[in-house]
């Protein structure tokens, strides 16, 4: 590790002389990218992030959201007031592993989730969900498969032994991955108003403690290792980077924190991850315009004769710092070692500099850290860096096209569309027992009984004399690398409106967002003009959608030998619903008679084009990308766009709804046919067959007038009937396709039976 010579300048400007080891080794760690954001903070000021709904915005460990009362959950945020929400809270975070994830998949991934719920924890929050987003090489590519293998393995054994459900996310192969996965993970938890807590110091004087794991050597220097390109040699060289977790400790972590904030005992918190102790503590105070004042040798530590630097900067897990009344530390301790915890009072809040003091082997202490603490926090400069725009490719379809059949079987078989039924099983997703909506749909349910109230159902029954209503939580998240190497910046405003579209088919509306932004080595113009592409494309999609994004994450340097990873915009959206039931992406057989397939949402199905889509990628050849809803179009934009779909999704004659995304319809009809209920559909031509535009839906229902109705001016199509017999029935002109529900089983199934 070592300071760069720009920045040492500036650090030997502000203290006036040499820094120390230690210092330049914690200036170095938070000024790193990782850290500090320095070459992509000046782009996050084009994201919207207030709102009624929101009670801590983007800067601390996690954002905290006000949940609407049931009654309001079916009301888009941007048509409610501040008393429509009422104190119980949920709050979101995301956040990333990758390179680690790379060099060493199961730990990697396996902390990651770790990491993402003490970050949770720290708001004072229970951990109630998660959502992992991964990306992988091509499914063909051996290494690629054990990534793939280990990183699951990792996120299942993590998350399943810390009790807390893995429901949701997305899982793509793309050749852009061959030589830096991505390992992206968000968190909800659950907290109110009483149980807040911040990571913002709050008075000299209290103390600081330290409670979790042992400090050892693992995961030194991550987040400047977070910080730079993978090279070659990186899964040898840089495993000393990697941090290793124990999720045994973590569920006691969980449980302790619940209990100290029961109590009413944490003035503050941080959890422990980028850049360690010095991290956290350094961030804490400098929260607060404050300073402390540690003892290094306080720190209870796992292995011998650490140095200062090595105690501030390790990465061990399962760690916590908290800000005590002097009066409360022998209460903290005492709760530690009830969960079998570690425990050490660590220093003090002061209202001077950030100073660390150590003695180790030596008789006496000597000052090795004495900086200003925001200085050191928030100080690093912006890099000013410059950009090429991307260009969109020309129209070049394939010639000869494949037949229909061929086509509709490539693409439903791609691994990117296939089911993703061999990772989720891995997962227990019903721990916790909210889980409403179950992995494998548009998007995950979560059953929030805290927000069921008498003063919204007065006689605590549903209107069908079932069990009370409260507010569903709906979440989902992902990225479309295919759209957004296409087209940056359109293809991060499609992955913004496919991510509401997945909560509108649950009937759910926006409620907030974050987002995980990847992209490579920023110092290349062209890759920094496709980042810059993915923030405005987002920043934009969200304000049309009236979404605010409260907080998240920026992964650069996502960059090896094999080159950088297309600009990946991971956004997970979390929205509301009255109700925990809503309609599956399953046809009804029962109702197959009287009732009729639909498409409902934005554009034609004829209209669009095919560029970023999956039979492109299986086809070869290039197009522009599909042209997108205008914000301005209709009365309120995307907004009103996804509140209509919401509302037909929750129409009492829809039977079943499922969005149109990756693989267009073929794939959408495909995932919607189970072992008696199929699909008779005919379309205009081809390219409405596997276009992707978002934003539309495809609807069972047994009233298609109150369909059309509630849809306004968004098109409706009627695609075909529901029929009885398993199959998918595909026409386009002359040319047709069908298949039973063994053959999509079959063709669906290539990552279960390949990794079987």
């Not at 992030?49 to 460990?61: M, N, W, Y």
């Not at 405005?536 to 994450?553: E, S």
Request: charged share 25%; with cysteine.
């Amino acid at each position: 590790m070592s300071l760069p010579d720009s920045d040492h300048e500036l650090v030997v400007a502000e203290l006036g002389r040499e820094p120390t080891a230690a210092e330049a080794a914690l200036f170095e760690n938070l000024w790193s990218e990782h850290c500090a954001y320095r070459s992509s903070r000046p782009l996050l000021s084009a994201f919207e992030s207030e709102g009624d709904q929101v009670v801590v915005g983007p800067g601390d460990d996690a954002a905290v959201l006000a949940l609407p009362d049931p009654e309001a959950a079916d009301v888009p945020a941007a048509d409610r007031d501040a008393d429509d929400y009422g104190d119980q809270y949920v709050t979101f975070g995301v956040e990333s592993h990758n390179h680690p994830s790379f060099v060493d998949p199961f730990d990697g991934a396996a902390t990651g989730v770790g990491g993402i719920v003490r970050d949770t924890m720290s708001m004072g929050a229970y951990p109630i969900a998660l959502l992992d987003s991964l990306y992988f090489g091509g499914f063909d590519r051996e290494r690629s498969r054990y990534l793939f293998e280990g990183v699951v393995e990792g996120i299942s054994h993590y998350g399943n032994c810390i009790g807390v459900p893995t429901v949701g996310g997305s899982v793509a192969f793309h050749g852009g991955y061959e030589g830096n996965p991505l390992v992206n993970v968000a968190c909800v938890g659950l907290t109110n108003e009483e149980r807040l807590v911040t990571a913002t110091a709050q008075e000299p004087g209290n103390k600081l403690v330290l409670v979790g794991n042992g400090t050892g050597r693992d995961g030194l220097g991550g987040a400047s290792f977070a910080s730079e390109d993978l090279a070659e040699d990186a899964e040898t060289e840089d495993r000393p980077a990697v941090q290793v977790g124990d999720p045994y400790a973590e569920k006691r972590l969980i449980e302790c924190n619940e209990a100290l904030v029961d109590e009413d005992l944490v003035l503050s918190a941080r959890d422990l991850g980028a850049a360690g102790l010095g991290g956290a503590s350094s961030e804490l105070v400098a929260k607060g315009g404050l300073g402390a004042r540690l003892d290094l040798d306080s720190v209870h530590q796992r292995e011998p004769s650490m140095n200062a630097m090595e105690i501030l900067l390790a990465e061990s897990q399962e760690r916590m710092c908290y800000e005590v009344a002097p009066e409360d530390v022998d209460r903290v301790a005492a709760l530690a070692d009830r969960f079998d915890l570690g425990c050490s009072v660590i220093g003090d809040v002061t209202d001077g500099n950030y100073v660390c003091e150590f003695a180790g082997d030596d008789e006496e202490s000597e000052v090795v850290v004495d900086v200003d603490a925001e200085y050191l926090a928030d100080g690093a400069p912006m890099n000013d860096l410059p950009s090429e725009a991307p260009t969109q490719p020309d129209r070049d379809l394939p010639e000869p096209e494949p037949s229909l059949e061929e086509a509709v079987e490539s693409v439903i078989a791609a691994p990117s569309t296939a089911s993703k039924r061999w990772v989720y099983r891995q997962y227990d997703h019903e721990v916790g027992v909210r889980t409403a909506m179950k992995p494998g749909d548009d998007a995950a349910i979560m059953a929030i009984r805290e927000t069921e109230t008498e003063e919204s159902d007065p006689e605590g029954e549903d209107a069908d004399g079932g069990d009370p209503e409260g507010v569903g939580l709906a979440l989902s998240s992902g990225a479309n690398p295919n759209w957004t190497e296409t087209a940056p910046y359109e293809g991060a405003r499609a992955v913004a409106l496919e991510n509401a579209t997945n909560l509108a088919a649950k009937g759910a509306v926006p409620l907030a967002a974050v987002d995980c932004l990847n992209g490579g080595n920023p110092e290349k113009p062209d890759v920094y003009g496709g980042f810059k592409g993915i923030v405005d494309g987002l920043a934009d999609a969200c304000a049309d959608l009236d979404t605010p994004v409260v907080g998240g994450n920026v992964s650069l340097y996502n960059d090896s030998v094999e080159g950088p990873i297309p600009p990946t915009p991971t956004l997970a959206l979390i929205g509301t619903r009255k109700g925990y039931d809503a309609p599956p992406a399953a046809l009804d057989v029962d109702r197959a008679s009287d009732s009729e397939l639909l498409l409902v949402g934005a554009g034609d199905a004829d209209g669009g084009a095919l560029g970023g889509s999956e039979y492109l990628a299986q086809t070869g050849g290039t197009d522009r990308f599909p042209a997108l809803p205008d914000a301005e179009e209709g009365p309120g934009g995307l907004a009103d766009l996804v509140a209509s779909l919401a509302a037909v999704a929750r129409h009492e004659s829809t039977l079943a709804t499922h969005d149109v995304s990756d693989g267009g319809l073929a794939v959408a009809l495909a995932e919607l046919v189970t072992d008696e209920a199929g699909a008779d559909v005919t379309l205009p031509d081809r390219v409405a067959a596997f276009e992707e535009t978002p934003g539309r839906l495809v609807v069972q229902t047994t009233d298609p007038e109150a369909v059309a109705e509630i849809a306004g001016d968004l098109p409706v199509l009627r695609l075909g009937e529901v029929t009885a017999d398993g199959a998918l029935s595909l026409s386009v002109g002359d040319d047709a396709v069908a298949l039973d529900a063994d053959a999509i089983r079959d063709l669906r199934g290539v990552i279960e039976r390949e990794l079987a």
